[in-house]
């Protein structure tokens, strides 16, 4: 035990004497987890309480175009700048370009000519089915010039089918509302009232959101609660920057020559070497955790809510850190250089964050993508505090993830010691 | 017949990959409390060698036998019997003198008090005591020789394996640790020494063998070979017997 002992004390010396090394482990995922966590929050009030600024360049006079308008409006998604019908698309497209607004629509000249048109041939269609027109006139439907709708091309895909989403709803409300006024006139009554109208084509149920979670708690997941877990995650795997290419030092100065030659097995120094980091990976975790906790909410971000099952969290972090301080020994081993540790490290890290789902959510890779997923260590890592922080698990109800994860974990274990085995040292 | 500290029996090594003989059949014995030096040129086989009575490598071929005890069927608490002094320096640089002296102390098999007592010493006999305290990455190579040379003997072994111990040190750095090796030898320790110094040969050295190509080519105590070859001396016997063709080429 006292052989312990000084080796765990011998490691925790060499660990705080290396200043690089632990601006990465500490320093480097607190930005991460900060700035990251910033950009999405401004992305999700972008998209949630801030209004897209929208150029309508409405060229038609009647009324359907001006209820297209109003309906738009009425969405809450935008805030519409209204455009001279003069101005030519080349105006128009230039405004964009100053990044005055990143969308414009062109409501074409007889938009609203053209809507009313087919709105009547829609109703008599539909009274002729139903009997209660005789007139045997079919007529022709009349499609409307389409709207046209400019989008800058910094915007991404899912913003603009979600704009484009929207704009369908509000021209789709536009064409009801004109059916139902032709169908009312062809039975010779009188305008529809405002208030039936709203009552036709309006949404008569709501959309409850209920994010599903098994504690039963309804908090709404905000990108605090997203990005924390997978930065720390990120972090105790980058812990292979240290503690990799320690363990190549000691095999290059020569310390494991002389090691070898004492009469001590090499696997005190590995034990040693696991509880160090170990418990340097714990402190990683409790110092990001509480700066989600106590400073975010200083720094105008959603604070960090911590799973109810605090037990299993302290689980789940000592399992996701014994797994990367396994990972982080295997690389020493095996890497001849400390330029091998670091940059095969370094970069397998990221290559497995990636397709682990911290970089981009898992649910929307190709399938491809899928299987390599459950290859990745942080995959498992990120699902089991997951299960934690958004879905309001225990430890129970995630151990289809911890499972896996300790799998890798002892296969990272055993590699390490068949690597030692072959070098002799145990 | 007294046991002796080595005793090697037909050793015969070869690295793996390799197509000839590294060490082939080689015979040698060192007395206990012996100073004996294993003197060649460069890729002679005197690292390997080295290497093979410490443990580093395993042989398949012939015997090596520590203090009577055959190495190859021992379990690693019979490391404690020798204490080994590489050519790299090999200790952590980041910690301190006292430091790396309670680590190494604590792998050999030391108690905290013991480890505090011979790092005492070592320090105050070895010139360290002023910075027992301060990262060895401050210090100059000779201090780090020293250094390493402490790691090596903290545990009191029987038989000290060196290789190169002086090299890169100045004359007063070397004087001092040729002194405190005489001084370990008369306390009882075999010191084992290599070195392509010849010159150190004749300050430290009571037996001397010449290595080249893997094999044993002359083993006598220092006065023997003096008085078989005195008019050549040792560097002349060194040259007569390997040759003066470059090796490390």
């Known amino acids: 035990m006292y052989k312990l002992r000084a080796t765990i004390i011998k490691d925790l010396r060499v660990l705080t004497r290396d200043k690089v090394g632990l601006t990465l ?65 080349r105006q128009l497209t230039d405004r964009m370009h100053a990044k005055d607004a990143l969308v414009a629509i062109i409501i074409p000249p007889g938009f609203s000519q053209k809507i009313m048109a087919n709105a009547q041939f829609v109703a008599s269609k539909a009274l002729r089915n139903m009997g209660m027109q005789q007139d045997e006139k079919t007529g022709q439907p009349v499609r409307p010039e389409p709207i046209t709708l400019y989008y800058h091309p910094v915007l991404q895909e899912s913003f603009r089918s979600s704009i484009q989403g929207s704009l369908n709803g509000a021209l789709q409300l536009v064409q009801n509302k004109a059916v139902l006024r032709s169908v009312y006139l062809s039975l010779d009554e009188k305008q529809v009232p405002d208030s039936l109208e709203n009552e036709i084509t309006g949404n008569l149920a709501d959309i ?91 720094m105008g971000l959603p604070r960090l809510n911590l799973p109810k099952d605090l037990a299993g969290l302290f689980l789940v972090t000592l399992i996701c850190g014994w797994c990367a301080v396994s990972y982080a ?34 649910f929307v890779m190709p399938a491809s993508f899928r299987a390599a997923m459950q290859l990745s260590p942080l995959h498992w890592c990120l699902e089991s505090y997951y299960g934690l922080f958004l879905e309001g698990g225990k430890l129970g109800d995630i151990l289809s993830n911890i499972l896996p994860l300790l799998g890798i974990t002892f296969l990272l274990q055993v590699i390490i010691l068949v690597g030692l085995r072959r070098k002799r040292l145990i | 017949m007294s046991t002796a500290a080595v005793q090697i029996e037909h050793l015969g090594f070869r690295y793996p990959g390799q197509q000839g003989m590294c060490i082939t059949d080689l015979n040698l014995r060192v007395e206990a409390g012996d100073r004996f030096g294993l003197f060649g040129p460069n890729g002679a086989g005197k690292t390997t060698l080295m290497n093979l009575m410490t443990g580093l490598l395993d042989y398949k071929q012939g015997s090596i036998r520590l203090l009577g005890q055959e190495l190859g069927r021992h ?17 952590y640089q980041e910690l301190t003198p006292l430091e790396n002296l309670a680590f190494f102390g604590a792998w050999s098999g030391l108690g905290k008090k013991e480890i505090s007592a011979r790092s005492a010493q070592l320090m105050e006999v070895l010139g360290l005591s002023d910075v027992k305290n301060k990262p060895v990455l401050t210090f100059s190579g000779g201090m780090k020789r020293r250094v390493n040379l402490a790691i090596g003997v903290i545990h009191n072994p029987s038989i000290l394996f060196l290789d190169e111990p002086t090299v890169g040190v100045d004359i007063h750095t070397r004087l001092a640790i040729i002194d405190y090796l005489k001084q370990l030898n008369q306390a009882g320790t075999t010191l084992i020494y290599t070195s392509h110094q010849l010159s150190e040969a004749e300050d430290l050295c009571q037996t001397i063998a010449l290595i080249d ?33 470059y090796r490390d080429g």
């Open chain 1, 208 to 298: 409850r959101e209920i994010p599903i979670s098994r504690d039963g708690s309804r908090n709404i997941p905000n990108a605090t609660q997203h990005n924390v877990p997978a930065w720390t995650i990120f972090a105790m795997f980058f812990i292979v920057i240290s503690l990799g290419s320690s363990v190549v030092r000691e095999k290059l100065n020569g310390s494991f020559i002389r090691l070898k030659t004492l009469p001590t097995s090499y696997l005190v120094a590995l034990v040693s070497k696991q509880v160090t980091y170990l418990s340097v990976a714990l402190l990683q975790a409790a110092v990001i955790f509480a700066i989600g906790v106590w400073l975010f909410p200083l």
């Open chain 2, 75 to 91: 379990d690693k608490s019979f490391t404690r019997l020798f204490g080994f002094v590489p050519q790299d320096f090999s200790f």
């Open chain 1, 25 to 89: 482990m500490f320093v480097m995922p607190i930005v991460l987890a900060i700035v990251i966590t910033s950009v999405q929050n401004g992305t999700f009030k972008l998209v949630n309480e801030n209004k897209v600024p929208l150029l309508v360049c409405n060229r038609d006079s009647g009324e359907a175009s001006r209820q297209l308008v109003q309906a738009i409006d009425h969405i809450g998604m935008f805030s519409i700048i209204g455009v001279s019908a003069a101005q030519t698309d």
């Open chain 1, 329 to 362: 020994i295997c690389i020493g081993v095996f890497a001849q250089t400390q330029e091998q540790a670091n940059g095969f490290g370094a970069v397998s890290v990221v290559l497995m964050a990636a397709i682990g789902g911290i970089m981009v959510p898992s």
């Open chain 2, 213 to 245: 190509q893997g094999k044993i080519i002359a083993s006598d105590s220092l006065q023997g070979l003096l008085a078989k070859h005195g008019e050549l001396g040792l560097e002349g016997l060194f040259l007569n017997l390997t040759g003066r063709a």
